[in-house]
């Protein structure tokens, strides 16, 4: 079985600058995908980024990147500029590539708050 | 435009009451999933359902939930008898047309008294 681990349970970050949000994962399959989910406090699930394992090139969606590292089996989410909006709850997520209806895995989130 | 809705966004019931939450996705997909998300703690699989039958559940989902598809659009996820520790978030979820991603809905926040 998949298990995701996000080993950050609080983030702290001012307001312009970048901060990382690190996630490390365990699977035996070669194909799978990554995602980054925010959770703000009306606890709505919003894609933030996908990552397909096959692609070595790090996704990027405006201010937000990953850093993903296969071997390592690290999945890391930069965010640059950061906004006060950007304060949420961020899951990292896995779901396999196989089967015709993969769930996805969740690591248990890391609480980012953003200062002025 | 939300790809999903579901309905209550609130329920409150009391301990041994049967719930039914309900997820309307907008367009229509073969591949829907339930997760839910006790206060504080991650977001967990309960079932996947494709084409019309469960595809995989997890330990969580037992004989005391159901899912159905009642008329081709809405999706529902039946709790039998509410326990207390029921209460939690609970998402209904689609694939995207290339099936990479799954979009949520906002959530029904169940509350078992």
């Known amino acids: 079985a998949q298990t995701v681990t996000q080993s950050q349970p609080e983030m702290s970050v001012q307001e312009a600058e970048t901060v990382t949000l690190s996630c490390t994962y365990d699977?035996?399959?070669?194909?799978?995908?990554l995602f980054w989910y925010k959770q703000p406090p009306s606890r709505q699930m919003i894609l933030v980024i996908r990552?397909?394992?096959?692609?070595?090139q790090n996704a990027t969606e405006n201010r937000f990147s990953v850093n993903f590292q296969k071997a390592a089996k690290s999945f890391s989410l930069k965010i640059s500029d950061s906004q006060l909006g950007d304060a949420a709850m961020y899951f990292c997520?896995?779901?396999?590539?196989?089967?015709?209806?993969?769930?996805?895995?969740f690591g248990t989130g890391t609480r980012l708050q953003v200062t002025l | 435009e939300p790809e999903v809705t579901q309905t209550p966004s609130h329920q409150v019931t009391q301990m041994g009451q049967e719930v039914i939450l309900r997820c309307v996705p907008i367009?229509?997909?073969?591949?829907f999933y339930w997760y839910r998300q006790i206060l504080g703690q991650k977001v967990e699989f309960l079932v996947s359902f494709y084409n019309n039958e469960i595809s995989e559940k997890s330990e969580i989902f037992d004989d005391q939930f159901s899912v159905e598809r009642p008329d081709g659009s809405n999706f529902t996820l039946k709790i039998r008898s509410t326990k207390l520790e029921d209460s939690a978030m609970y998402f209904c979820a689609k694939d995207s047309p290339g099936r990479r991603e799954q979009y949520f809905g906002p959530g029904t926040r169940l509350t078992v008294t």
């Open positions: 997520a896995y779901r396999s590539a196989a089967g015709t209806a993969s769930k996805l895995t």
């Open positions: 990552q397909e394992a096959y692609k070595q």
């Open positions: 699977t035996s399959e070669s194909d799978y995908y």
């Open positions: 367009s229509n997909h073969l591949y």
